[in-house]
């Protein structure tokens, strides 16, 4: 079986210690983290963003050192920059009307290309690529993978509150990405050339200006052999990051190995796998999902167990199994959005909740 090498990318909050507030970094920590890190930090459109991504791993326990390693150096560098850093998919509290936009060509031309819906994007995001052999062999798989993307986001969901507000929704990130065009889970593509034709006419249309502004939920990387995934809501701890990049690199693995065996895994339509994204965004793992092959709900924690089992002949030999079992701890305690809200409900306070996001984030480093 191919290595299915893994890249993981977190977007992390700059936070005031005072008010506890988004605070623009102005470059400080991005500037300061490249003399160490290199390309592995840079910085966002709006500038109380930072991203930073791992090389290429192995496996999951190099992932796992590196996540740890990049969060420990912007931390460190946050703290001696007087800010704080808070891993969740939208602040609790603060505005995006209020950020500053990082001075950019690049940005510019969003912005003026999708004035308020880019300036409002101020969002935070998991994304992780998993390595491929061949386009059509990843078409192949992204297509079968698309059924399990609500059952990967539940798991990640941590952005329930927006502007102040208690949205109702365990992560509210992606209805604000969904203001986006190009995003949301992709269609069908029969073969890699029928999705390179999609975009290279979306090129000469002038709708984008490269495959990087193809935004969905999953996609093949333009420009490496990867399957990128970016449904999922930061999560505050390293272990639930590595958790979700190994249950994807799991379902990548498990989908090519059926291929490989001649067996095909049903592909769902769009409009069914959007009814469970729905359902994941809203209720997280306290939703039930619907399973369209038995065309009825079924608690998230049973699709759990059924999921588990999908992909556990993999496992072993990818070397994650401690890794997705802790998936178990993730039901057993809640997602990040649960976890704010306990906070919330405990305290009444959404200071008090970013001051437990900033230590969620630390923890285990």
């Known amino acids: 079986m191919p290595l299915f090498t893994i890249g993981i990318e977190e977007e992390f909050q700059t936070i ?3 008010t506890r507030e988004l605070r623009s970094h102005m470059s400080k920590i991005v500037e300061g983290g490249q003399i160490i890190l290199q390309e592995r930090v840079k910085a966002e459109m709006h500038q109380a963003v930072v991203e930073v991504g791992t090389n290429i791993c192995h496996n999951i326990q190099e992932a796992r050192a590196e996540v740890t390693e990049l969060r420990r150096h912007i931390i460190d560098l946050a703290d001696q920059n007087n800010l704080l850093v808070a891993a969740a998919g939208t602040h609790p509290f603060s505005d995006w009307q209020d950020q500053l936009i990082t001075p950019s060509p690049h940005y510019d031309s969003l912005i003026d290309e999708m004035r308020d819906v880019a300036r409002g994007n101020l969002i935070f995001g998991l994304h992780v690529h998993v390595g491929i052999q ?7 798989i992204l297509n079968a993978v698309r059924y399990f993307l609500p059952h990967i986001y539940a798991l990640s969901t941590n952005s329930p509150f927006w502007c102040g507000r208690n949205t109702g929704f365990k992560s509210y990130r992606s209805k604000v ?4 065009p190009r995003t949301g889970i992709p269609e069908f593509f029969a073969s890699a050339n029928e999705y390179d034709e999609y975009i290279d006419l979306l090129v000469k249309t002038k ?6 502004k193809i935004w969905w939920d999953i996609r093949l990387h333009p420009h490496f052999n990867t399957i990128e995934f970016r449904i999922c809501d930061i999560p505050m701890r390293v272990d639930e990051t590595i958790c979700l990049a190994a249950l994807m690199q799991a379902l990548v693995a498990k989908i090519y190995k059926l291929m490989k065996q001649n067996l095909n895994f049903r592909s769902y339509r769009k409009v ?3 009814e469970n994204k729905w359902r994941a ?5 306290q939703a039930k999902l619907i399973d369209f092959g038995k065309q009825e709900e079924v ?6 167990d059924e999921l ?10 990818l070397g994650s199994r401690h890794e997705v079992a802790y998936i178990k701890e993730i039901l057993k305690n809640g997602t990040g959005a649960d976890r704010q809200l306990a906070v919330f409900d405990e305290t009444n306070d959404l200071k008090s909740v970013v001051d437990y996001i900033v230590q969620e984030t630390k923890f285990g480093i």
């Open 177 to 180: 990405f969904d203001k986006f």
């Open 272 to 274: 069914l796998i959007n």
């Open 207 to 212: 709708c984008i200006d490269s495959g990087k």
């Open 16 to 18: 005031d210690p005072v």
């Open 134 to 140: 061949t386009r059509n062999e990843g078409i192949q």
């Open 308 to 317: 588990l089992d999908f992909v556990d002949d993999v496992l072993d030999e």
């Open 299 to 304: 608690p998230y924690s049973d699709l759990c």
């Open 281 to 285: 965004a809203r209720y997280g793992i």
